[in-house]
């Protein structure tokens, strides 16, 4: 058959066809408006994840940092669009969504279990080129929503969960994420505290013994002397603590870890030329009389002490600036609102297209029917 006999076959059935098309569409168009469940979307758009710049134990400890390829000690990995999506997938905070919004009740189900089942397929996730994150959460009533369900408590349960994902989202950062940067401020703390329980003790002996010996004192040469081991031996303990932080995360393999070990070694034999009579640059503390020694001693061991807490303190204060940053706040957007009409299912597009795929059936019904009789005729 060609073009001509099919547009025939149309024309001759076409009040038939018109009439069941019409009624068709007029029944799913009511099908649609009053027993289909409704769905409603509240959507939330998510900001890239900003990368910070290190400024805590990384950005004082040196310049070799950057060996560590992202792991240095007082940086944490900024989490990736990527990952805040997998973070709002997570059952973590599906559960936490849940328990916030009491979702068993609202979902009408017996277990946690289930309502997380429930929230996850109502949740889908676009991202596009540039990195921003696109959350949205479909809510679907039941079938006859009309008498079923409540049309304006679905439309605040979409916002509400779109808003819980993200309060979820900032609460896992605050905890899960910024952990790094947290133990090694606790680490800080700690160093802080016995080396200031050791620098008092020592001030408080030094006093002693200046009250006892009061002729006593030390040469300019000497207090020099004191001065640079005391800044020779802080430079020590700030790559110790460096050491001690990197090596839960590295390897003693690792090429910047290596050269830690040598620059310490190094200063380590430095610091040691103090304590011979073989020094060709600093005066030896073993050539001072004997109470000079002494007090030498205390003197050195105030200095370092003192060295080493001003060096922890601006350690720490760094750590707690940049723990601050590590702690990626989630940057919105689009708020989420509450929908003001559904999404789903769309009415009018929706019969149209119905109305369109009836009226081909039916064509193509009445069409095959004159193509059974007329090749009948023909064997006739």
């Known amino acids: 058959m060609d073009?001509?006999?099919?547009?025939?076959?149309?024309?001759?059935?076409?009040?038939?066809?018109?009439?069941?098309?019409?009624?068709?569409?007029?029944?799913?168009?009511?099908?649609?408006?009053?027993?289909?469940?409704?769905?409603?979307?509240?959507?939330?758009?998510?900001?890239?994840?900003?990368?910070?710049?290190?400024?805590?134990?990384?950005?004082?400890?040196?310049?070799?940092?950057?060996?560590?390829?992202?792991?240095?000690?007082?940086?944490?990995?900024?989490?990736?669009?990527?990952?805040?999506?997998?973070?709002?997938?997570?059952?973590?905070?599906?559960?936490?969504?849940?328990?916030?919004?009491?979702?068993?009740?609202?979902?009408?189900?017996?277990?946690?279990?289930?309502?997380?089942?429930?929230?996850?397929?109502?949740?889908?996730?676009?991202?596009?080129?540039?990195?921003?994150?696109?959350?949205?959460?479909?809510?679907?009533?039941?079938?006859?929503?009309?008498?079923?369900?409540?049309?304006?408590?679905?439309?605040?349960?979409?916002?509400?969960?779109?808003?819980?994902?993200?309060?979820?989202?900032?609460?896992?950062?605050?905890?899960?994420?910024?952990?790094?940067?947290?133990?090694?401020?606790?680490?800080?703390?700690?160093?802080?505290?016995?080396?200031?329980?050791?620098?008092?003790?020592?001030?408080?002996?030094?006093?002693?013994?200046?009250?006892?010996?009061?002729?006593?004192?030390?040469?300019?040469?000497?207090?020099?002397?004191?001065?640079?081991?005391a800044k020779l031996k802080s430079e020590i303990t700030r790559i110790e603590i460096e050491m001690n932080l990197l090596k839960n995360d590295v390897t003693e393999e690792n090429k910047y870890y290596h050269t830690l070990q040598k620059q310490l070694e190094e200063l380590k034999k430095q610091y040691n030329k103090f304590d011979t009579d073989r020094i060709d640059y600093l005066l030896s503390f073993k050539n001072a009389p004997e109470l000079g020694q002494q007090l030498s001693s205390l003197f050195r061991e105030v200095r370092i002490q003192n060295e080493i807490y001003v060096m922890l303190q601006q350690l720490y204060y760094k750590e707690k600036i940049q723990e601050k940053r590590d702690t990626p706040s989630v940057d919105i957007l689009d708020e989420p609102i509450i929908p003001e009409n559904q999404s789903s299912p769309r009415l009018f597009f929706s019969s149209l297209i119905g109305g369109i795929f009836i009226f081909i059936g039916l064509s193509s019904f009445y069409f095959y029917k004159d193509l059974k009789v007329l090749k009948a005729k023909n064997s006739a």
């Not at 189900?109 to 990195?131: R, T, Y």
């Not at 401020?185 to 002996?205: G, K, P």
């Open 3 to 229: 073009f001509h006999t099919i547009l025939h076959t149309i024309l001759i059935n076409w009040k038939r066809i018109i009439s069941v098309t019409i009624l068709s569409t007029v029944i799913l168009f009511l099908i649609l408006l009053f027993v289909y469940p409704v769905t409603y979307t509240s959507s939330v758009t998510i900001l890239p994840p900003e990368r910070k710049k290190d400024f805590g134990l990384g950005s004082l400890l040196g310049t070799g940092m950057n060996d560590l390829s992202g792991i240095a000690t007082g940086m944490m990995t900024i989490a990736s669009s990527e990952m805040y999506i997998q973070i709002m997938k997570s059952r973590t905070l599906s559960e936490f969504v849940v328990k916030k919004l009491d979702l068993v009740e609202k979902f009408n189900v017996d277990s946690d279990e289930k309502a997380i089942a429930n929230l996850q397929k109502m949740i889908s996730f676009d991202l596009n080129k540039e990195g921003i994150v696109k959350l949205s959460v479909d809510v679907t009533s039941n079938i006859l929503p009309a008498v079923t369900s409540d049309k304006d408590s679905l439309k605040v349960l979409a916002k509400q969960i779109a808003q819980s994902f993200i309060d979820g989202l900032n609460y896992f950062n605050n905890s899960k994420l910024s952990t790094k940067s947290k133990n090694t401020r606790i680490y800080l703390e700690q160093q802080i505290s016995e080396t200031r329980v050791q620098l008092d003790s020592l001030e408080n002996e030094l006093v002693k013994f200046q009250q006892k010996y009061k002729t006593i004192s030390l040469s300019d040469q000497m207090k020099t002397s004191l001065e640079a081991a």
